[in-house]
């Protein structure tokens, strides 16, 4: 299971790369909104989320229990482990209300979008942070999982590009605020 999850994790992680590259230059009105391929990969990797957080909630269950056999938690030595399992439940959060933002309407064969306030950029800025905590603390142990030898090598080229596309989306949802309240 943990296999499948590690390559779930990976394609999950590619499609984060297509949907926030190219999300964040439709929020700055670089390119045109509304395609049918963005949805496609957008509503594809909601399915794959749902499903590693079915398997993350598995596993976090069989720690709980296996604490609760040993009779001790170890939550300091631990920490890590939490960290993960409670950004991605911030997650888990943050991505309804991007859903719930960015759904839209067919309003007479015209794509509309709900109205992007404060609260919801502030929404969307914590899901960027919240997706930073989770992948970034992740990334050593996917690369492990998935067998990469020498991960030490790539892992700073890898989180050096994770950390330019997180901000590049955290500007996307910027410029998209300001273009609402100030155009």
């Known amino acids: ?32 909104g509304g395609s049918g391929i963005m949805q496609a990969v957008a509503w594809l990797m909601l399915g794959f ?75 969307q800025i914590l899901l960027v942070l919240s997706i930073a905590v989770h992948v970034l603390t992740n990334i050593k142990p996917l690369m492990i999982a998935i067998g990469t030898k020498s991960y030490a090598k790539i892992l700073i080229d890898i989180l050096f590009i994770l950390s330019v596309i997180l901000i590049l989306s955290g500007i996307g949802f910027v410029i998209y605020y300001l273009r609402w309240n100030l155009v």
């Open 1 to 32: 299971m943990r296999k499948f999850n590690a390559v779930l994790s990976m394609s999950i992680l590619a499609l984060f790369l297509v949907h926030a590259i190219a999300g964040s230059f439709q929020l700055a009105g670089i390119i045109p």
């Open 49 to 123: 989320i749902i499903i590693h957080v079915i398997i993350g909630c598995k596993l976090t269950a069989d720690t709980l229990k296996a604490c609760k056999k040993s009779g001790t938690s170890y939550y300091k030595e631990n920490k890590l482990f939490w960290l993960r399992r409670s950004s991605g439940f911030a997650i888990m959060i943050f991505i309804l209300f991007h859903v719930l933002i960015f759904l839209g309407k067919d309003e007479n064969g015209v794509f509309r979008l709900s109205y992007f306030g404060i609260l919801q950029l502030i929404s």
